[in-house]
Every structure is written in structure tokens, then in C-alpha cells.
């Protein structure tokens, strides 16, 4: 709904007058992505199963049992495709939804990149980082580059 109601809207600014510095590649990859994905005007069933299966990804080098990752996200695409069939969408809404992926990589690797220039600027303030971003990014930096390990 709101993703609806934002674009539709004149009155809220999709982007900043001026973003972070060294930073508005990112923002703008951010910003085109939820601009291309409300445009398919995904239910918030089909959102909520497109966001289980981005997030189940098998690739992810620290992942031990990447073969029962790859089962469960195969499990999730039947059931967005059943959903997407149910509501009687366009038939090519699951193909437009998949071909975001590479975009969506490119944005966490970018993010990844700026987040480590982060903390190569600001160690002091990226030790007091959320628990769960440092969760989540910790993993991702430490593989993030296979030259550097």
C-alpha cells in the first residue's frame, strides 16, 4: 500500500536534494529498484514470498548445507508462482520479479563496498554498529572479496 501511495504521490520526494557523498550511486540503485518493483504492484503475498526467496540464497559462501537452502527457495518460487497464478497476474510478473536479482546483488555489493570504506574511515563508530547489522555484514565483509582472504 504505501509503496503504492509513495508513487502516486507528488508531494514526498523519492530522493534526497543531496545524498550522503560518496554514496548517491547507491541511493540511486536503491531508489530505481523500489521504483521498478512497485511498479509490478506485488500483492503483499507475493512481496512477503519474493522477500523469503531473495534472502534464501544458496550462493552465499559461508552457507554449509547450500543444497537445502537451494530445495527451500525452490519451494518458495512454486508457491510465488502459485500465488502469482492465483490472482491472475501477467504471467511474466515471476520473470520480471527474477530478473531484479542481479540488480539486487549489485546494490549488496555496492552496499558492501561503502560499508567497508566505512569502516576503514570510522572504526571507532562501526565497532558501536546494531548487533544485528554486524550480524548480517560481518559474514558478508569477511567473503566479500576472495583476493583479500
Not at 497464478?85 to 539486487?104: C, G, I, N, T, Y
Not at 561503502?114 to 559474514?139: G, I, Q
Request: net charge neutral.
Amino acid at each position: 500500500w504505501g509503496c503504492r501511495w509513495a508513487v502516486q504521490s507528488r508531494d514526498i520526494p523519492l530522493l534526497p536534494a543531496v545524498p550522503p557523498s560518496g554514496c548517491d550511486d547507491l541511493i540511486g540503485a536503491v531508489f530505481e529498484l523500489g521504483r521498478t518493483l512497485c511498479r509490478l504492484q506485488l500483492s503483499d503475498e507475493e512481496l512477503a514470498l519474493f522477500t523469503a526467496a531473495v534472502l534464501l540464497s544458496p550462493d552465499r559462501p559461508w552457507l554449509t548445507e547450500s543444497k537445502k537452502v537451494q530445495k527451500l527457495q525452490d519451494k518458495i518460487y512454486v508457491a510465488l508462482q502459485h500465488e502469482i497464478q492465483k490472482k491472475h497476474s501477467a504471467e511474466d510478473k515471476l520473470s520480471k520479479m527474477v530478473s531484479k536479482l542481479p540488480l539486487m546483488k549489485t546494490i549488496c555489493n555496492l552496499h558492501l563496498d561503502k560499508l567497508e570504506f566505512f569502516r576503514l574511515l570510522h572504526p571507532e563508530t562501526a565497532m558501536n554498529f546494531p548487533p544485528l547489522y554486524k550480524e548480517v555484514f560481518n559474514s558478508e565483509l569477511q567473503y566479500s572479496d576472495p583476493r583479500e582472504s
